[in-house]
């Protein structure tokens, strides 16, 4: 029979359930991917309220979680106490430091969201149209609950950097444009299987009349609110810790990107400056057996002129990425003791999106599997270069994201809130993508010289924004510093690393979770290796990991360290 919990047991769980319940109503976009029925069509709640009301509620269930003692508790439940006090402290941190006035704009904004929206969602049935409408039609309200909260920041003085908020309105002008049946929104219709079914073309016309009258208009206010309200407002530099609040702001984001609350920006900064060292001189060797010894620089130009390594279209680059996918596919029974239930496919970036996003991202499926996960790659080869493309499929699709945030998906035995917060994780999650990145290596996937100096390029692009993420935001440096910075180190073309710094500035700290989380795998699977010698087995090791669910740094030392503890016994 099932051991019966301990009063602490009990009203941890309860705590835990109800947070959940919570985060479902409050971000009813995490229920839909942990695949959770939703039935108030309602996607997005950022109004001013939205944030004060959840950090009033937070700070109330903190105090309550602080009386449930953490000692008499089973070893999972230890983990879900710690994450559930770091996460309701995090909601109580965004709205104190006024976060939720200032909320992302670049590289992607609010209208990026209901794009990823449109295409995580399906259409099997006319019932399943309809509910899309529905949601649609709530979507001009979160738009405009947007510019309310970019209003209230700017009248209790918050200001927006001018380069953050020019790039932003400029992504606004494509999706304003061109044919409403042709828009993002309207894909979910284009695809579905029913698409000839009366009531779900009735559905598309609801859907049409919403882009057209009600959606586009309200994306219409938000650029006007960046041109008209904030832009003549604007600032000219560029740091978080210039703006109102912006020090503890950045103090607050670097804790929650990083999920180590014993890293300040001066110990990150630090770190990056160490990492840069130590990646150059791994890349001057690599560079040496390309035959370029002792001219780094050389072997960067010739990577960056040679058109070989430019796919000729965005189709051919697409289709470069399912070969390489596919050949990783087929090596990782070889690594991994589980494999997700779901899918995954390879598509093109719109050209609309791909000038100011990263050259790759990865959509993951819902929980439900109602759609398979997509590794999107650019739609600009330019930004994709073939000695990138092992390293990307790594890090993007298996065994990077894609199938680690369907492994979390799939672990039941988990609380609810613990499979489904992955996004606050982001260490972790992007930690484990680059870790990804080297194990390459092992698996025998980098074919080439160039491809090994991709890789080595993709960790040292890392690590420089270690240096230039901190740098910008702790330590005074321009926009120009920064990417002169990068431009030095990098074969990304200026124009990446330049949309790059932006992001940067636009979203401090967050930067900042990768390579950090990437040494620390690293560091627990050194450890392991040692204590455990003959004993350690890699396919077991990369389960234990890929089992437990989203974790900050300091918890995966301690899981790995009572893995470690029962392997040895």
């Given at each position: 029979?099932?051991?019966?919990?301990t009063a602490?047991?009990?009203?941890?769980?309860?705590?835990?359930?109800?947070?959940?319940?919570?985060?479902?109503?409050?971000?009813?976009?995490?229920?839909?991917?942990?695949?959770?029925?939703c039935?108030d069509?309602?996607?997005?709640?950022?109004?001013?309220?939205?944030?004060?009301?959840?950090?009033?509620?937070?700070?109330?269930?903190?105090?309550?979680?602080?009386?449930?003692?953490?000692?008499?508790?089973?070893?999972?439940?230890?983990?879900?106490?710690?994450?559930?006090?770091?996460?309701?402290?995090?909601?109580?941190?965004?709205?104190?430091?006024?976060?939720?006035?200032?909320?992302?704009?670049?590289?992607?904004?609010?209208?990026?969201?209901?794009?990823?929206?449109?295409?995580?969602?399906?259409?099997?049935?006319?019932?399943?149209?309809q509910?899309?409408?529905?949601?649609?039609?709530?979507?001009?309200?979160?738009?405009?609950?947007?510019?309310?909260?970019?209003?209230?920041?700017?009248?209790?003085?918050?200001?927006?950097?001018?380069?953050?908020?020019?790039?932003?309105?400029?992504?606004?002008?494509?999706?304003?444009?061109?044919?409403?049946?042709?828009?993002?929104?309207?894909?979910?219709?284009?695809?579905?299987?029913?698409?000839?079914?009366?009531?779900?073309?009735?559905?598309?016309?609801?859907?049409?009349?919403?882009?057209?009258?009600?959606?586009?208009?309200?994306?219409?206010?938000?650029?006007?609110?960046?041109?008209?309200?904030?832009?003549?407002?604007a600032?000219?530099?560029?740091?978080?810790?210039?703006?109102?609040?912006?020090?503890?702001?950045?103090?607050?984001?670097?804790?929650?990107?990083?999920?180590?609350?014993?890293?300040?920006?001066?110990?990150?900064?630090?770190?990056?400056?160490?990492?840069?060292?130590?990646?150059?001189?791994?890349?001057?060797?690599?560079?040496?057996?390309?035959?370029?010894?002792?001219?780094?620089?050389?072997?960067?130009?010739?990577?960056?002129?040679?058109?070989?390594?430019?796919?000729?279209?965005a189709?051919?680059?697409?289709?470069?990425?399912?070969?390489?996918?596919?050949?990783?596919?087929?090596?990782?029974?070889?690594?991994?003791?589980?494999?997700?239930?779901?899918?995954?496919?390879?598509?093109?970036?719109?050209?609309?999106?791909?000038?100011?996003?990263?050259?790759?991202?990865?959509?993951?499926?819902?929980?439900?599997?109602?759609?398979?996960?997509?590794?999107?790659?650019?739609?600009?080869?330019?930004?994709?270069?073939?000695?990138?493309?092992?390293?990307?499929?790594?890090?993007?699709?298996?065994?990077?994201?894609?199938?680690?945030?369907?492994?979390?998906?799939?672990?039941?035995?988990?609380?609810?809130?613990?499979?489904?917060?992955?996004?606050?994780y982001?260490?972790?999650?992007?930690?484990?993508?680059?870790?990804?990145?080297?194990?390459?290596?092992?698996?025998?996937v980098?074919?080439?010289?160039?491809?090994?100096y991709?890789?080595?390029?993709?960790?040292?692009?890392?690590?420089?924004?270690?240096?230039?993420?901190?740098?910008?935001?702790?330590?005074?440096?321009?926009?120009?510093?920064?990417?002169?910075?990068?431009?030095?180190?990098?074969?990304?073309?200026?124009?990446?690393?330049?949309?790059?710094?932006?992001?940067?500035?636009?979203?401090?700290?967050?930067?900042l979770?990768?390579?950090?989380?990437?040494?620390?795998?690293?560091?627990?699977?050194?450890r392991?290796?040692?204590?455990?010698?003959?004993?350690?087995?890699?396919?077991?090791?990369?389960?234990?990991?890929?089992?437990?669910?989203?974790?900050?740094?300091?918890?995966?030392?301690?899981?790995?360290?009572?893995?470690?503890?029962?392997?040895?016994?």
């Amino acid at each position: 029979m099932p051991e019966t919990p301990t009063a602490a047991a009990a009203a941890l769980d309860a705590l835990a359930d109800r947070f959940w319940q919570f985060q479902r109503r409050e971000f009813p976009m995490n229920a839909l991917l942990a695949g959770e029925p939703c039935d108030d069509p309602t996607m997005f709640r950022e109004a001013p309220e939205d944030a004060e009301r959840r950090a009033d509620w937070a700070g109330a269930q903190r105090a309550e979680l602080a009386a449930v003692p953490i000692d008499g508790l089973d070893a999972q439940r230890r983990i879900t106490h710690r994450l559930l006090d770091r996460e309701l402290d995090d909601l109580v941190q965004q709205a104190a430091t006024l976060s939720h006035l200032r909320p992302w704009l670049l590289p992607v904004g609010p209208e990026f969201n209901t794009i990823y929206l449109a295409n995580v969602t399906q259409l099997a049935d006319a019932a399943a149209a309809q509910a899309w409408a529905a949601r649609l039609a709530t979507l001009p309200a979160y738009l405009d609950d947007t510019v309310r909260s970019l209003g209230e920041g700017r009248a209790r003085g918050l200001r927006h950097p001018r380069v953050v908020l020019e790039g932003a309105r400029a992504n606004l002008g494509p999706v304003l444009g061109g044919p409403a049946a042709d828009s993002p929104w309207m894909a979910p219709f284009r695809r579905s299987p029913a698409a000839g079914s009366p009531a779900v073309q009735a559905a598309a016309a609801q859907a049409l009349r919403t882009v057209e009258g009600a959606l586009r208009p309200a994306l219409q206010r938000l650029a006007d609110c960046l041109q008209h309200e904030l832009l003549p407002a604007a600032r000219e530099t560029v740091a978080c810790s210039d703006d109102l609040l912006g020090a503890a702001a950045y103090a607050h984001w670097t804790r929650h990107f990083t999920t180590d609350p014993t890293l300040a920006p001066d110990a990150v900064h630090a770190l990056g400056l160490s990492e840069v060292a130590r990646l150059e001189g791994e890349l001057a060797a690599v560079a040496a057996e390309a035959g370029y010894a002792g001219d780094l620089p050389g072997y960067r130009a010739f990577l960056a002129q040679d058109p070989r390594f430019i796919a000729p279209s965005a189709q051919a680059l697409r289709e470069q990425a399912e070969v390489i996918a596919k050949r990783i596919d087929g090596l990782l029974p070889a690594w991994f003791g589980r494999l997700p239930r779901i899918s995954y496919g390879v598509q093109s970036i719109p050209a609309a999106l791909s000038a100011r996003i990263p050259p790759a991202y990865a959509q993951p499926s819902p929980a439900d599997r109602s759609s398979a996960g997509v590794y999107w790659i650019s739609s600009q080869p330019d930004k994709a270069p073939a000695y990138l493309h092992v390293a990307l499929a790594l890090h993007e699709a298996w065994p990077g994201h894609l199938m680690h945030i369907a492994l979390m998906q799939e672990t039941e035995a988990l609380p609810a809130f613990r499979r489904a917060n992955f996004t606050k994780y982001s260490a972790f999650v992007e930690g484990w993508a680059l870790y990804c990145e080297t194990l390459g290596v092992e698996m025998g996937v980098y074919r080439d010289v160039h491809d090994h100096y991709g890789r080595l390029d993709m960790e040292l692009w890392r690590a420089c924004r270690l240096v230039v993420d901190t740098g910008l935001h702790a330590h005074g440096w321009s926009r120009e510093e920064a990417i002169d910075y990068m431009a030095a180190r990098l074969t990304l073309s200026r124009p990446t690393i330049e949309a790059e710094v932006d992001r940067y500035i636009a979203m401090p700290a967050q930067a900042l979770g990768y390579q950090v989380g990437n040494l620390r795998m690293r560091a627990v699977r050194r450890r392991a290796e040692q204590r455990l010698g003959d004993r350690f087995e890699l396919r077991a090791f990369h389960d234990a990991i890929l089992g437990a669910g989203p974790l900050t740094l300091p918890v995966l030392d301690s899981v790995i360290d009572d893995w470690i503890a029962a392997r040895s016994r």
